[in-house]
């Protein structure tokens, strides 16, 4: 039986597994963030063992899908704060829970069934066809991601 790893409770670790995360282990190897930073590594700064590079830091939050705001927040709540002010605000962009929830939804679904996700915008693309609205923009620049 696997022994189940037990976290420290921090900003971090919280927001992983509010994405639908279990694991550091998981995290490190479905996310982009294994192209830019070792797994060590990535498990040190999660746990908040090691000192925060802080565009490494960024990368990994940017996977966890925080927001360049509450980057941030959590740049400023670690102490580092050195390039705080080349993040972008975006304090304009506010998600109903709708929005955060349907968000969330997409990034799980994108994380674990690639292929689900072309399925969904075919019928993105079919749904806006019956409601006569012209989303092409909108589903080319989510099929340029996939």
Not at 21 to 33: A, D, G, I, K, R
Not at 58 to 70: C, D, Q, S, V, Y
Not at 101 to 118: D, G, I, Y
Request: aromatic share 8%.
């Amino acid at each position: 039986m696997k022994k189940k790893i037990i976290y420290p409770n921090n900003t971090l670790t919280r927001k992983m597994n509010r994405q639908g995360w279990e694991t550091v282990e998981q995290f490190y190897h479905n996310s982009s963030v294994n192209q830019v930073v070792s797994r060590e590594t990535c498990r040190q700064l999660i746990l908040h063992q090691k000192k925060v590079v802080e565009p490494i830091f960024i990368k990994i939050a940017e996977a966890l899908g925080f927001t360049p705001n509450e980057i941030k927040d959590v740049l400023h709540e670690y102490g580092y704060t050195d390039f705080v002010h080349l993040i972008g605000d975006h304090h304009g962009l506010k998600l109903t829970d709708e929005e955060e929830t349907f968000l969330s939804l997409f990034r799980k679904l994108r994380r674990s069934r690639p292929a689900v996700v072309t399925s969904l915008l075919n019928i993105f693309d079919s749904l806006c066809c019956v409601a006569e609205i012209d989303c092409s923009e909108e589903i080319s620049r989510l099929n340029k991601r996939q």
